[in-house]
């Protein structure tokens, strides 16, 4: 069975930076490519950022350079580090492993002063 749990998010000022984790089991995580997705208040779940079998990355527009991803072959971890958050990033970011349509619980990240 696959499973994907999300860690690491929380309360942080305008300006801050938090640093996400997506633990994987149940896969050959090597073989995999990993997405983060996020769903803000109100708004439809989208696409952050998606790290390749291979490590190749790409992001969403709205990351503009602000957001990172990478991914740690030996512990089978993905992660997603923010930067520059405004309280436009505040919600819901979950881990997706899309091959096998498999989403984590979540993780919560709340932008504010």
């Known amino acids: 069975q696959v499973r994907l749990v999300e860690s690491g998010g929380g309360l942080v000022q305008p300006g801050g930076s938090l640093g996400l984790s997506c633990g994987v089991s149940?896969?050959?995580?090597?073989?995999?490519?990993i997405s983060w997705y996020r769903q803000r208040p109100e708004k439809e779940r989208e696409f952050v950022a998606h790290?390749?079998?291979?490590?190749?990355?790409n992001y969403a527009d709205f990351v503009k350079g602000r957001f990172a991803i990478s991914r740690d072959n030996r512990k089978s971890i993905v992660y997603l580090q923010l930067n520059k958050l405004t309280p436009d990033d505040t919600g819901v970011y979950y881990c997706?492993?899309?091959?096998?349509?498999?989403w984590g619980q979540g993780t919560q990240v709340t932008v504010s002063s």
């Open positions: 997706n492993a899309p091959a096998r349509s498999a």
């Open positions: 790290v390749a079998r291979g490590g190749t990355t």
């Open positions: 149940g896969l050959t995580f090597s073989r995999e490519g």
